[in-house]
């Protein structure tokens, strides 16, 4: 009879010892990878967190595999060839046994270091049938008091796409939390073998398979390929399959895909051999014994398993390299038949007669000897097979390895290529800008080849032609006389009757320029600039500080001056005078005045501004400003003039004329609108045409 067959899931080169004891209690097995695990694509954040490990009151390792990648990284960063460091200071924290018994192989282990695991993932303890390993077990295990993580700093270094409910908790408890990722999990390609053998086991004469699901990611990656790989018959047989669940999650997570089968087991590798020895167990009686060697495993309560055939579904697709079904030849041991009754004694009883034994004859012994060297020789051969078939297996899984470092080789290879190919590309381009730029100092060298009359036109044009631009764009009527005067002087030193007529256009247009009048554009921008900078401290109608006035609008400072300057001729009046009456009243209007002060506003709604009304208000005046200032140096009259009219009513409207800040910036806004008087420029139109009537000739 056929025996059941384990298709182990987990990552390819991290199932060696699961799949071993497997086979001695046995069991075949399918390796059937749903998860890769290779190092993480930014290792960044990860060094930087390790290189101020000291800052952290605790380090939160979630997995076997965040054990590795992490410390192999505090390696590099520690620059250490024996190992990493870890400070003896620093607690670190596991939720399960595979990662205890890392951080022990990485010489991190209890009573040197304080490592804080779930109950019964160190040893020595008994976590019992209910005994989980995950962060709440672990959040159960940490001092959770009151202000026990309050400004206190946790690492957790896990893989890519991890759960966040630890690091929620201690964010809640008061703590700063860094998640840093050391490792990533990918989606590994299955081979043709493992898919044929995955279909094979789909068939109805098949023996029953049952697949190990050792986390959620793996269940979602199995029916994703699973749907994308099989039929829908054999997706919908794959669902009646049994599978085995470490975890409640996992198993809920099977059960919400719509895998109908999923037997609950013990977390570690001692539940999970537990569960599937149970469940060959169902299906094909009580398991080989395991050697003497193997050390004995807890078996936990049994579970419900269907021990019918059922319906099986075909493999998932992934992107990892594979490892092929394992086959193994039962191990039937033949012990030796027992001699044949003839050669019994008898028992003799009182009163009886004993009857003579009977004589043996030979060829029994010699037909007992050969029937005990055939069954030796099919025990070593059995025993023969068995060692081949391990060999083979971890041959598989070695090749696996190597498959996947290879793979891991060739996409770095791919980058590369890439790379080199970007870098061809660049040379490319630089190459046609090479020569772009040979073609232009060929179109140079043949300019400069030119005669010297060419060239003193061409520059002529040039800069005539530079006068206008810059008299078009900024009005400069400055730069455009120097480089008439500039041209008329180039022309002067050649001193040539051909360019005489360009020389009496030029004349005229430096006449045209110089009769241009003056404008102090710049000034007036400043003024600008001036009012501009001045408008956040200008007092509104609708303030209540204090109104900034000249000292003779009654203000309460040139009151207070005056008081203070006339206190003692007060004094000697009042006591010449001796009038208490007249000395109370004056007090008693002092006292209203400085309290009670009454003004004239002109617009009502200039006082009811609150203060983010007063704030935009003052934005929109320096808009306004600013408008004006762009439409100054543009040239743009009407623009100008309109803001600047705009400007000065809101201020003459909302803020108090009285103030000497307000007069001061009113008048400097009506000499910036002096100084910008508009002036039509003058064109270098003729200087141009004569120019290009000479190089027609």
């Known amino acids: 009879m056929p025996r059941p067959t384990v298709v182990v899931t987990r990552p390819a080169g991290q199932s060696r010892q699961l799949t071993e004891a497997l086979q001695a209690a046995g069991l075949d097995v399918l390796g059937f990878p749903l998860l890769a695990i290779g190092p993480a694509a930014d290792d960044t954040p990860l060094r930087a967190a390790l290189a101020r490990l000291d800052d952290y009151a605790l380090a939160v390792f979630v997995s076997p595999n965040a054990v590795c990648h992490g410390l192999d990284a505090l390696a590099q960063v520690q620059n250490a060839h024996g190992g990493a460091q870890w400070p003896a200071g620093i607690a670190v924290a596991v939720v399960g046994p595979s990662s205890v018994t890392a951080l022990a192989d990485r010489g991190i282990a209890p009573p040197a270091y304080r490592v804080i695991a779930p109950a019964g993932a160190q040893g020595g303890e008994s976590g019992g049938e209910a005994a989980r390993f995950d962060s709440e077990a672990l959040w159960s295990e940490l001092d959770t008091s009151p202000g026990a993580f309050a400004g206190r700093k946790v690492l957790i270094v896990r893989g890519s796409g991890g759960r966040e409910w630890l690091a929620d908790r201690l964010r809640e408890a008061g703590a700063t939390v860094d998640a840093v990722e050391a490792y990533s999990r990918t989606l590994p390609e299955p081979t043709t073998m493992q898919w044929q053998a995955v279909r094979d086991s789909l068939k109805a004469e098949a023996p029953p398979y049952a697949w190990l699901l050792t986390s959620s990611e793996a269940v979602r990656n199995l029916d994703a390929l699973a749907r994308l790989h099989l039929s829908p018959r054999e997706h919908e047989r794959l669902k009646q399959m049994q599978c085995i669940a470490p975890h409640a999650r996992i198993a809920a997570q099977a059960q919400a895909l719509g895998f109908a089968n999923v037997l609950p087991a013990a977390p570690g590798d001692a539940g999970l051999l537990a569960a599937c020895a149970q469940w060959g167990d169902a299906y094909a009686g009580p398991a080989t014994p395991a050697p003497a060697s193997a050390s004995p495993v807890p078996v936990p309560a049994p579970a419900p398993v269907r021990a019918e055939p059922v319906p099986m579904a075909a493999p998932a697709e992934a992107t990892e390299p594979t490892s092929t079904k394992v086959e193994r030849v039962t191990t039937d041991t033949t012990s030796p038949s027992s001699n044949p009754s003839g050669s019994a004694g008898t ?29 030796g020789g099919f025990w070593w051969l059995q025993l023969r097979v068995e060692h081949l078939t391990q060999e083979l297996a971890r041959r598989q899984q070695s090749n696996d390895a190597l498959v996947q470092e290879t793979r891991v080789l060739s996409r770095n290879a791919q980058e590369t290529v890439k790379e080199l190919q970007g870098k061809v590309g660049a040379l490319d381009g630089q190459v046609t800008e090479t020569r772009e730029k040979q073609g232009t100092l060929e179109q140079v060298y ?50 040539k009757p051909q360019y005489n007529q360009l020389r009496r256009a030029i004349a ?44 003779g609008e009654g203000g309460k400072p040139a009151q207070g001056a005056a008081k203070g300057a006339s206190a003692p001729a007060a004094a000697s009046a009042a006591a010449a005078g001796g009038n208490v009456v007249s000395r109370l009243w004056t007090y008693v209007l002092d006292e209203l005045g400085q309290v009670i002060r009454v003004r004239k506003v002109d617009d009502t709604n200039a006082l009811l501004l609150s203060g983010d009304q007063g704030w935009f208000l003052r934005e929109n005046v320096k808009l306004r400003l600013l408008n004006a200032r762009l439409a100054l140096l543009s040239r743009n009259e009407p623009v100008f003039r309109n803001d600047l009219a705009a400007a000065q009513g809101m201020i003459a409207r909302y803020c108090d ?29 003729e200087s141009l045409g004569a120019l290009r009537d000479l190089k027609k000739e």
Do not use: C, H, Y
């Open 347 to 375: 028992s003799t009883m009182p009163g009886a007669f004993a009857t003579p034994a009977r004589r043996m004859n030979p060829w029994w012994l010699l037909v007992a000897v050969l029937v005990l060297a055939i069954a």
């Open 508 to 551: 005229r247009d430096i006449g045209r320029m110089k009769a241009v009048p003056d404008t102090d554009l710049t000034g007036a921008a400043i003024k600008l600039d001036e009012a501009i900078n001045q408008v956040d401290a200008l007092p509104l109608l609708s303030g209540e500080r204090m109104l900034d006035r000249t000292p």
């Open 657 to 685: 004329t009285r103030s000497r800040r307000v007069q001061g910036v009113l008048t400097l806004l009506k000499q910036a609108q002096a100084s910008a008087v508009s002036v039509s420029l003058p064109t270098m139109a």
């Open 446 to 495: 043949q300019d400069l080849m030119r005669n010297r009359d060419d060239w003193e036109i061409a520059e002529i044009q040039q800069l005539l032609t530079n006068a206008g631009q810059q008299l078009q764009l900024t009005g400069s009527v400055q730069v455009a006389l120097a480089a008439l005067q500039s041209a008329d002087a180039r022309l002067a030193r050649a001193d």
